[in-house]
């Protein structure tokens, strides 16, 4: 099992920048390397990846959030990271870390393991 627990979200103005958190934990997430990735769901709309991380700390990203976002993990900290930059309204949503044993194409359905998500507000 793996337990995912996102922290970092909030409201902040456009242009502004957050930082997003996912401790993972659990006796899989111990054992074996996992492809990480943040996903985010606005009111209304599908869930959508934003970015993903391999185990060899390959990144990937949705065009939308490409050069505004980072993703990064401290393999130490079973943690993983989202700074979001240049933050836009439309990036207003729930924002959910996951996790899958294979770094597929970042859709929600190749991803087993989701955390509750952490609220994510851009005001213009």
């Known amino acids: 099992q793996v337990q995912l627990v996102e922290s970092g979200g909030g409201s902040v103005e456009a242009g502004g920048s957050l930082r997003l958190s996912c401790a993972a934990s659990g006796y899989s997430y111990s054992r074996y390397s996992y492809c990480m990735g943040w996903f985010r769901q606005a009111p209304g709309k599908e869930r959508e990846g934003a970015a993903a991380i391999d185990k060899d700390g390959t990144t990937r990203y949705a065009d939308s959030v490409k050069g505004r976002f980072t993703i990064s993990k401290d393999n130490a900290k079973n943690t993983l990271y989202l700074q979001m930059n240049s933050l836009k309204p439309e990036d207003t949503a729930m924002y959910y870390c996951?996790?899958?044993?294979?770094?597929?194409?970042?859709?929600?359905?190749?991803?087993?393991?989701w955390g509750q998500g952490t609220q994510v507000t851009v005001s213009s």
């Open positions: 996951a996790a899958t044993a294979l770094c597929p194409r970042l859709q929600p359905r190749f991803f087993g393991y």
